[in-house]
């Protein structure tokens, strides 16, 4: 927009032809216009790079055309990657899973979609929740067997162009301990010469689920035998 011919305004296809690249300063894929514009391919490192082109008069003069050469400085900036912190979700001692943490990050003040601007999260620090993993669509897979308690996981996004370019952010996770309710049993009927009742957890639920010895409730013991001599418990909660 600033160079001239012979004085007058340089314009492009009447006084000079279109511009070319002589150096490209290092910007690959770096593509001049017909109308003198220049265009910068996507995924180039985030610098400054000083780019050297070339135009010509015309008519051309005789034997060979005039040329000049000048300088233009292109500085590409990194994308601003914005991952915001996430509250807390709440999870039973059974695990679960929480939702996309991505749900309020940004990547230059637009939505982060994963697989189009940035990458899928990584964990950077568990925060102490053994087994959690992150899912393609940006969740999180809390595992059984955490203790209760208040969790702080730290997670990072990226840019799919300019992988560098990263934020961190944090979600929290409580896990509530597991909601045991053991419900009174009926009256068993027994002989004198003794027998077996039936498993008392059989209405016992934990987390709402029924209460199995093993893999959800251990051996059921006895607090109290109410006179009972020699009564015990068997595997089954019987």
């Known amino acids: 927009s600033n160079d001239t011919s012979n004085g007058a305004t340089a314009i492009i296809g009447t006084n000079i032809t279109a511009p070319t690249i002589s150096n490209n300063g290092g910007l690959t ?10 265009t910068v391919p996507n995924g180039t490192t985030p610098a400054s790079y000083t780019v050297t082109y070339e135009i010509c008069t015309l008519p051309a003069t005789t034997p060979t055309a005039t040329c000049d050469t000048a300088t233009v400085t292109i500085v590409v900036g990194a ?6 912190h996430d ?56 595992p059984a067997g955490n203790a209760p308690g208040s969790y702080t996981v730290t997670y990072q996004i990226c840019s799919t162009v300019v992988p560098a370019a990263c934020d961190t952010a944090t979600v929290g996770v409580t896990i509530g301990a597991p909601v045991i309710d053991a419900v009174n049993d009926p009256t068993t009927a027994l002989p004198a010469t003794g027998g077996s009742d039936p498993t008392v957890v059989a209405n016992d639920p934990v987390d709402s689920a029924p209460a199995i010895p093993g893999p959800r409730s251990s051996v059921p013991t006895i607090t109290n035998n109410g006179g009972l001599t020699g009564l ?7």
């Open 29 to 38: 894929g770096l593509v001049a216009n017909p109308d003198g514009t220049l």
């Open 79 to 84: 994308p601003v990657i914005d991952a915001g």
């Open 87 to 142: 509250g807390p979700a709440n999870l039973p001692a059974t695990g679960g899973s929480v939702p996309t943490v991505v749900v309020n990050d940004t990547v230059d003040g637009a939505p982060a979609v994963i697989g189009t601007n940035i990458s899928v999260p990584t964990i950077s620090n568990n925060g102490g929740l053994s087994g959690l993993t992150v899912n393609a669509d940006g969740s999180l897979t809390v």
């Open 232 to 238: 015990i418990v068997n595997a089954d909660g019987s």
